[in-house]
């Protein structure tokens, strides 16, 4: 049974950086995010495969996110988010797939409880 941990998050102004962590109990075959505003459809943001480290981002967060494994701690990704847009506020969800097809396509199909991003123009 895998457990998804999440922490991080908060309030920044445009422009700045926030990081969010999530720590997976359990193996699983990738892992990433995905975000759902208020009003809004769930959006994809970035997955990674847990054995290659192979990532992919959604386009809208290309070059301004990375995702990435924690050298120390294995089993904790970090999703750094730089350079942060009002757009880019919404929850974001901590999720796992036993597909990589699914984690590419950011259609996961076990997610945690979510983490609060804000980002004020």
Known sequence: QVQLAESGGGS???????RVSCEVSGYTNCM?????APGKEREGVASIHSLHDIT??????KGRFTLFRDNAKRTVYHLQMNS???EDTA??????DASWSA??????GNWGQGTQVTVSS
């Open 91 to 96: 929850m974001y969800y901590c999720a796992y």
């Open 103 to 108: 984690c590419k396509a950011f259609e996961f």
């Open 12 to 18: 920044v102004q445009a422009g700045g950086s926030l």
């Open 32 to 36: 990433g995010w995905f975000r759902q």
């Open 56 to 61: 992919v981002y959604a386009d809208s967060v």
């Open 84 to 86: 942060l847009k009002p």
